[in-house]
């Protein structure tokens, strides 16, 4: 179906899309049109689209986000639209989703999902100016690290047989046995200190816990902030249903709290201390926070960091992308070996 948008709109296809797809779910009508259309910066494994639909005169903000044809990460946009569904209900600021299209055939060069687009900007940890707001609010009313933590908590207490619906089941072997995989596939050359950390990570294998929704990449920056509140929590697509302390561990990688070339903020994510981070944690989900299980999963954090990061450095130096963030990626690898060093107590 075409002419459904108006002309002075510069990808129709795209738009013509968006809108059959939303008619689809019922999240759009016949005489809904599209007044807004184009593509954001960012974006590693997915591309993300801002539009604006007029329904019956009033307009309303959307996101479409899509998986293109060699995307950094071979993940389920599938398994994150069902997330998105799966989050509808729970009290944390996602946004709704209208409407998923699976094909491969489309015209953004892969599978697109429609959601809603919120307001809010994310913070950059590595921006100096970002990371004094954040410690501004640390320092004032502590409300950005107060909805970090019972957002996380909140998250974690979706059961895994409920998340289950939505999200793929992994045990800390397979997860280890993951990210293990994409480093064999994707390194350049064979690093001694990454393969030491794997098989330290794998003999420090902690006592299981009851598995529940983990979003995988939790982080300050994966939030939209208007300063003082936390607005949306966004980029679920390395979500799955296994031990929630890997995101305790992850977030707290130095990384996330500004690090790449040079240090950056000593607060946890740039955004609360970790002492009391883990004592609200542990206060809102009855879970005790073990520091020694928390270096576990740091330690694996950083490793399913140094993967990605790696992939991104070799499809570049591939020249299947000409994304130059892609090679960038090599500057903190460094780091990253020097945090996992730390860990290991080298």
């Not at 944390?92 to 699976?102: R, S, W």
């Not at 929590?233 to 707290?252: K, Q």
């Not at 928390?294 to 450095?313: P, W």
Request: aromatic letters at 10%.
């Amino acid at each position: 179906m075409t002419g459904i948008v108006p002309a002075e709109i510069g990808d129709a296809a795209k738009a013509d899309a968006l809108l059959e797809t939303m008619r689809a779910a019922g999240s759009a009508g016949q005489g809904d049109v599209v007044t807004y259309f184009e593509q954001l910066e960012g974006g590693w494994s997915r591309h993300s689209y801002a539009a604006r639909v007029a329904h019956d005169g009033e307009e309303r903000a959307y996101i479409v986000r899509a998986r293109p044809s060699g995307s950094l990460l071979d993940t389920d946009l599938g398994q994150e639209f069902r997330t998105y569904e799966l989050l509808s209900d729970a009290p944390l600021p996602t946004p709704g989703v209208h409407g998923y299209e699976p094909a491969e055939d489309t015209p953004y060069d892969g599978p697109f999902f429609v959601m809603d687009r919120l307001e809010g900007h994310a913070p950059n940890v590595w921006r100096g100016r970002d990371r004094k707001k954040l410690l501004e609010n640390w320092e004032g009313d502590r409300q950005v690290a107060t909805d970090l933590v019972e957002h996380l908590a909140t998250i974690h207490l979706i059961d895994g047989e409920r998340a289950a619906a939505a999200a793929t089941p992994r045990t800390f072997t397979e997860t280890v046995d993951r990210w293990e995989g994409v480093y064999d596939e994707m390194r350049l050359v064979n690093d001694p200190v990454i393969e030491e950390a794997y098989a330290w990570v794998r003999s420090r294998e902690p006592d299981p816990v009851a598995p529940c929704l983990v979003h995988g990449d939790y982080r300050i920056g994966n939030c939209l902030t208007d300063d003082r509140r936390i607005t949306g929590i966004l980029d679920w697509e390395l979500s799955f249903v296994g031990d929630p302390r890997f995101d305790l561990g992850y977030m707290s990688l130095d990384y996330h709290a500004g690090k790449f070339t040079t240090p950056g903020s000593a607060l946890l994510n740039a955004t609360a201390e970790h002492a009391w981070f883990h004592e609200r944690y542990t206060a809102l989900t009855g879970r005790p926070v073990d520091p020694e299980v928390v270096r576990t999963f740091t330690a694996l954090g950083a490793l399913m960091l140094f993967s990605i990061l790696t992939t991104g450095i070799s499809v570049y130096d591939q020249g299947a992308t000409t994304d130059i963030r892609m090679a960038w990626g090599r500057f903190a690898l460094p780091g990253l070996r020097q945090d996992l060093a730390r860990l290991m107590d080298w």
